[in-house]
């Protein structure tokens, strides 16, 4: 059996990882990846920490480039590695554009499409936009679908997706996470290392790390986090990372507003391993990041997101994540909560695992290899 695995972003990048392990490590199974590298360093990063060296490499990213010339650039240069490679089956991860153009371009070769991060929906298509829309298209270009929760499975249900191809692994990210904190805990070079690179912090203040870098939040949003986030740091007693997106929209919007605040740094992308390393560290997270609502439960760490809707229910149910929207004024009493309020801070600093227990790529490697059964 042939499996063509592609992928172009970070976050991809990260949750396909242990799957293309998982993969390599069944000699009956062919094995080959294919990056669109709709991200560029930031895809890089994540293929040298999980030493993924790709067969093809479509190398297509462009500064502030567009979803259609995007789209249409990985729809062409995947259907030609589909042509050429001829797998039985193609797998893709959630909800990017590389995820979707991959699907339509094996649909169109009638070649099967295995979705991993199935079912996700917040319901609103604008809304994270247009994961949402492509999310629910690659699910209609599906043949196997492995959503991480029973509440996935639940909303491919009452789209008349059919039981026998529904799969529930939990999140492959969590088998990232787990591979990156055992080489942490196990070894104490990288560890400091891991932390080597980051701006020198005053540990008697708390770290709160930020990211963000949602579509929808660049029309205001970005900009009003950006100043309750420079009003936090005014308290004196906060340290915000903020490792800024390449993104410009992002980068423009951080840098004109929290740049020369000596309690806000704004450093670069961190590599995986660092970025655990200081989620770890952290005493709570501001994002609008999907992977990141999935890590931080599991790590124990109350993460305030600012979306107005999301697609991963389970942690706010699970009462580590709470969602914000972008007004200042509210992201602002928010955190102001968890940070003078121990008890309400203690409630949502428990580590659950809604996401997973780390066997989810095992599982998907199984499932695909005794197909149809
Ligand atoms: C993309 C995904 C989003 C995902 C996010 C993860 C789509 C439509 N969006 O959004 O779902 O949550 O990745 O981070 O698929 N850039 C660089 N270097 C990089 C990466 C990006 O310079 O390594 C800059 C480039 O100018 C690029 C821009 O960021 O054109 C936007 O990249 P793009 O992948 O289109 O959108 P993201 O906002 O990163
Ligand atoms: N991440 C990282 N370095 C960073 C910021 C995030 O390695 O500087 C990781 C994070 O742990 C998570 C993933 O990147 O696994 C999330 O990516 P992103 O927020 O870009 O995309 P999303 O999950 O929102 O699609």
Redesign the pocket.
Known sequence: MKILTVF????EAIKLAPVVLALKDDPSLENIVCVTA???????QVLEIFALKPDYDLDL?????S?TR?TAGALEGVGRVIDEARPDWVIVQ???????ATALAAFYRKTKVAHVEAGLRSGDIFA?W??ET?RQLVGRLTTMHFPPTEGAAENLRREAVPDAVIDVTGNTVIDALQWVAARLDRDSALSAKAMAGLPRLDQARRLILVTG???ENFDGGLERICRALRQLAERGDVEIVYPV??????QATARSILADHPAIHLIA?LDYIPFVAVMRQAHMIVTD??GIQEEAPSLGKPVLVTRDTTERPEAVHAGTTKLVGTRTDVLLAEASVLLDDPAAYARMAQAKNPFGDGRASQRIVKRLKNWPN
């Open positions: 172009g972003t970070r976050p709709q991200h560029r360093q930031m895809l890089d990213m462009e500064p502030n480039q979803l995007l959630g909800d990017t554009t590389t995820a979707f994270p247009p994961e492509n870098h949602r579509r997106h390449l993104n410009p929209n992002v992308p990041s999907g």
